[in-house]
């Protein structure tokens, strides 16, 4: 089986150049200009590469290779939307490696026992509205009534409106539901640096974080900043700034791959002047299970009662959103696993901390990922790189995985 990196690069490059900004980067908000030019692309892809096209009710883009003995068709694939000055990989390589997989596959051995279908996922970063999971969630029947009224872009424009002007029908999104789907496999790129600082090139993906997001208020007393004191404020910064510090504390001593991240912080009055009466900030924390979720967030609400108090503080702490970790088939991690084996290419396991479509279709059917490195740990942003070795031993794994699964 030969994968043909010259054309996979080509593709990529292609993709790339589709809603490239001025300053680096690509954009391609769902259901904008570019996002369809891009879909048009993959479609004309998979037109040369004869396989059977559809496009469902909110424009994921689906490409199939007719199994000679039926059955659930196996899946890969990943989204074609991207987030602001987004990167040459994400999402786009799933997409460009899922095909040039399934092409490698059926010149190497003919048409496969399995269907294998190729998704073009119309949205997963939230790249226009508040909607992370567009695609996938449509694709396992969890989009609300009345959802795509209710998300607006920033000019306004609903998501109801915004599939209408692409042709799409909003009151037909439950068509979009399947329940005939196998398995999904797929590549990505890792978005960190765990493989690239353990010199390894493909990662098996074995869970996809849980999360919790927190909004901490600290409140203390705004007071002039020229004669109050030292000793007689109550500065909620000077106790969030503790709070802060302690919180990846917390996440460190726990190890990898907890994390915790502050990364919003309101300052009121937010005055050169004024003693800072009023902190509100977010704290976002992932593990692996949801136990060593809930000890964390435990951890942290803890250190930071016991800060507020020392300093004669008010805290008020709110769970905003709580995410489950999504463990990934053992099945389709075997067949990674064996496909990897057979061309003597070391793996190595890890937790991913980014959300992927694979949580979201976990619901319906066996889900895997593989991942290879980021070069410095860079994604989303246009320095987002890969080795083109890595680029083609990831596909190569990819085809071998499929292979184990669908022929
Ligand atoms: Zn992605």
Known sequence: MRIDLTLLERRLDELYAIGAEPDGGA??????????????????????????????????????LEGSGGGKPVV?????DTV??????????????GLGAVQALEAAYGAPQRPLEVLVVCEEEGSRFNTNFWGSRAIVGAIQSGEADRWR????VTLAQAMRERGLDPSQIPAAARSDLDAFVELHIEQGSVLESAE???GVVTTIAG?????????GRADHAGTTPMDLRLDALVGAAAMVEAIAHCAAVEGRPAVATVGKLRVEPDQINVVPGRVVFTVDLRHAALEACRNLTQGIRGICETLATERGLGLEIATLHERPPVPMHADIRTAIEAAASEDDVTTMALVSGAGHDAQILASRCRVGMLFVPSNDGRSHCPEEATDRSDLELGTRVLARTLHQLAY
Not at 38 to 62: F, I, P
Not at 84 to 92: E, F, V
Not at 211 to 219: A, C, E, K, R, Y
């Open 153 to 156: 872009d920033p000019a306004g």
């Open 84 to 97: 602001r000055r987004g990167g040459r990989l994400d999402g786009a390589l799933g997409i460009v490696a």
């Open 27 to 64: 954009y391609r908000p769902l259901y904008g200009e570019a996002w369809a030019v891009a879909c048009d692309r993959v479609e004309h892809w998979m037109r040369e590469a004869e396989l059977t096209v559809h496009r469902d009710a909110v424009g994921n883009v689906w490409g199939r």
């Open 200 to 202: 390894v090139a493909l």
């Open 76 to 80: 890969t694939g990943s989204h074609i």
């Open 211 to 219: 999360g919790v997001h927190l909004q901490v208020t600290v409140s």
